[in-house]
């Protein structure tokens, strides 16, 4: 009896959250259709390609004299690079509300598309404003130091063959293989796998599991979303829960080892150690599938582009560079004022959060000429800003580049003839944006 009568509450509790999610989805949708152009960055179809909808967002933003946009779903928006640059660096902002303030706002904001837009993750940098960020990030700070990433470059080197093998093997037998599958998402949680220093590594599982927490980002869609979600944070946590504990005793070189050692020292509360382990580990490889896979997506599509890597596979870096400007694998991210304050002229109370355009600021006409065009060669005019800024400047940049240019670079010198080999499937997302498969032959 007791476990029918949890059956049906738990039915009942679907039945609500679906009813509320579909609501939510529904009046988002209609703010879309009617032109609210943030609205329009939660919804299909404009989330398929949102950059039409950044530049209108810029170009309103300027007409407005350069401060942000209000919409209807409650979330205000910055999509200059000028004005998202000055948010991500001013201390007066943060990646949390200061006070009681709800994040991007409450409920309005909620209404978009089912949940949160930016759904609060187990991820401690991201959704810590200093000391504590500062205590944390430096903890994990030593994983990426250059005597740590050479040994990383070494992995990714070795790792990036044998993966390359194997899909060129199936290239052959098959006409085809999935670059995102067969190299774009195992070379990277090889790679964060040795950083942690995580044994036998289900590359399938982990992909399964990072592509369940970075859609949180976008908020809960569906009661089985939700209940998708819970199971990957679940075995995720198991998994690093007794890694931890192992470490306590049998401590090595590797990051899980350092936390585990803060840990015993209160450097790190037992919570702590565990949420940045999972974040090393899911944002170490979800990103940077994104980044190889839109590269190669963009080399292909552009004429002449893939050609040019080829004929100099020393371009891989600046293959990595141009790929985080002109299609970031993180759009977007929010920050919140901590204190009445003026942007551009333009007031917002304190607790009142922005959404910072990233990707749009990386094509700002102002800033990078000609900037819907893919360009090897470009000389970058000021840095993109696809790591974010400030004191939030993402941790793992370093590792991010280093495995993108050896991907690219080891694709150009042994699969030249590389080329599209069917039709590319897209993320749906808001937040995270990159290819889930791309057919390719070589």
């Known amino acids: 009896m007791s476990v029918l009568h949890d059956r049906l509450g738990r039915l009942a509790a679907d039945v609500v959250l679906g009813t509320r999610i579909g609501a939510m989805r529904?009046?988002?949708?209609?703010?879309?259709v009617r032109g609210d152009r943030v609205a329009r960055l939660l919804h299909r179809p404009w989330r398929l390609d949102p950059y039409p909808v950044y530049s209108e967002l810029r170009?309103?933003?300027?007409?407005?004299?350069?401060?942000?946009?209000?919409?209807?779903?409650?979330?205000?928006?910055l999509a200059t690079r000028a004005s998202c640059e000055a948010v991500l660096r001013d201390r007066r902002f943060g990646v949390q509300p200061a006070g009681d303030g709800s994040r991007l706002g409450g409920k309005a904001a909620e209404t978009a598309d089912g949940g949160s837009l930016l759904e609060p993750l187990d991820l401690p940098l991201l959704i810590t404003d200093p000391p504590d960020h500062t205590r944390l990030r430096r903890l994990a700070q030593p994983a990426f130091a250059p005597r740590r990433l050479a040994h990383y470059r070494t992995v990714a080197e070795r790792v990036t063959d044998g993966l390359?093998?194997?899909a060129l093997a199936r290239s052959r037998q098959e006409g085809r293989f999935d670059l995102v599958r067969d190299l774009a998402s195992p070379l990277p949680i090889a790679v964060i796998s040795a950083l942690l220093d995580v044994p036998e590594v289900d590359s399938e599982r982990f992909a399964r599991w990072g592509r369940a927490l970075g859609s949180a980002l976008?908020?809960?869609?569906?009661?089985?979303?939700?209940?998708?979600?819970?199971?990957?944070?679940?075995?995720?946590?198991?998994?690093?829960?007794?890694?931890?504990?192992?470490?306590?005793?049998?401590?090595?070189?590797?990051?899980?080892?350092?936390?585990?050692?803060?840990?015993d020292g209160d450097g790190a509360t037992a919570d702590e150690a565990l949420a940045l382990a999972q974040l090393l580990l899911v944002a170490g490889f979800e990103t940077t599938t994104n980044l190889i896979g839109s590269a190669v997506q963009a080399m292909q599509r552009t004429p002449g582009q893939w050609a040019a890597l080829i004929e100099d596979p020393g371009l891989a870096a600046a293959a990595v560079e141009e790929t985080l400007r002109f299609d970031p694998p993180v759009q977007l991210t929010a920050r919140f004022a901590h204190e009445d304050l003026e942007v551009d002229g333009a007031r917002l109370r304190r607790d009142s959060g922005v959404l910072v355009l990233l990707a749009a600021a990386n094509r700002d006409p102002a800033v990078h000429p000609d900037p819907d065009r893919f360009d090897l060669h470009r000389e970058q005019a000021a840095r993109h800003l696809a790591f974010s800024g400030g004191v939030h400047y993402c941790l793992g940049a370093p590792l991010a580049r280093l495995e993108?240019?050896?991907a690219l670079r080891v694709l150009a010198e042994r699969a030249p003839r590389?080329?599209?080999?069917?039709?590319p499937v897209p993320r749906i997302a808001t937040v995270l944006r990159g290819p889930l498969s791309l057919p390719v032959t070589a």
């Not at 979600?229 to 590797?254: F, H, K, Y």
Request: aromatic fraction near 0%; proline fraction near 4%; avoid cysteine.
């Open 26 to 32: 529904a009046g988002g949708l209609a703010l879309a």
């Open 59 to 77: 170009a309103a933003q300027t007409r407005a004299g350069g401060g942000p946009v209000r919409s209807r779903v409650g979330i205000t928006a």
């Open 164 to 166: 390359l093998d194997a």
């Open 218 to 263: 976008d908020g809960v869609r569906s009661p089985a979303h939700a209940r998708e979600l819970a199971a990957a944070r679940t075995a995720l946590r198991s998994l690093l829960t007794g890694l931890l504990e192992q470490r306590r005793t049998e401590p090595g070189e590797d990051v899980l080892s350092a936390l585990a050692t803060a840990v």
């Open 404 to 406: 993108g240019e050896v």
């Open 418 to 423: 590389l080329r599209l080999a069917g039709r």
